[in-house]
């Protein structure tokens, strides 16, 4: 059991695994960054001055009782709240990070696509009396027998 374990561990696919877990961790904290702090505040300001990450529902009131700021305010009073603006964000966030991964998969599928094939050279002709396929080296037709000029080839 060790040594399969050794040998799946020396596959490269556990360290392009480990590598993209790693980057898809790093490229998350990006993402959610340019949610919290660049998409989400111009957004609030046109919804009159909102913050997202602080519109809640309380439940019920924590010691001392709301109202609330914040929504670290009122998790810190113990309040029970539906934190719907943190999910807002999430959702944000999860519909930039899928549009990125999809944008990444289309851009890999087409460098997987092999290049279609030239067309290949036409090996027949048309014979010009009887309009029958022939070969394109023939110099009689085999349908009507009549004899092809070099002209007609």
Request: glycine share 8%.
């Amino acid at each position: 059991m060790w040594q399969e374990f050794k040998d799946f561990l020396k596959r490269g696919n556990v360290m392009d695994m480990a590598v993209g877990i790693i980057i898809g961790a790093a490229f998350g904290a990006v993402v959610k960054s340019l949610v919290n702090n660049v998409i989400m505040p111009p957004i609030g300001l046109l919804l009159g001055g909102v913050d997202f990450s602080n519109i809640m529902t309380v439940l019920k009131p924590g010691d001392p009782p709301g109202p609330y700021a914040s929504l670290a305010q009122a998790q810190d009073a113990g309040a029970v709240v539906i934190a719907w603006g943190a999910f807002i964000n999430a959702v944000i966030s999860f519909v930039i990070v899928a549009f990125v991964v999809f944008l990444l998969v289309r851009y890999y599928n087409k460098l997987q696509k092999e290049p279609e094939p030239a067309p290949a050279e036409p090996t027949t002709k048309e014979c010009p009396y009887c309009h029958m396929e022939i070969p394109i080296p023939a110099v009689r037709c085999p349908y009507c027998t009549t004899e092809l000029a070099e002209a007609d080839a």
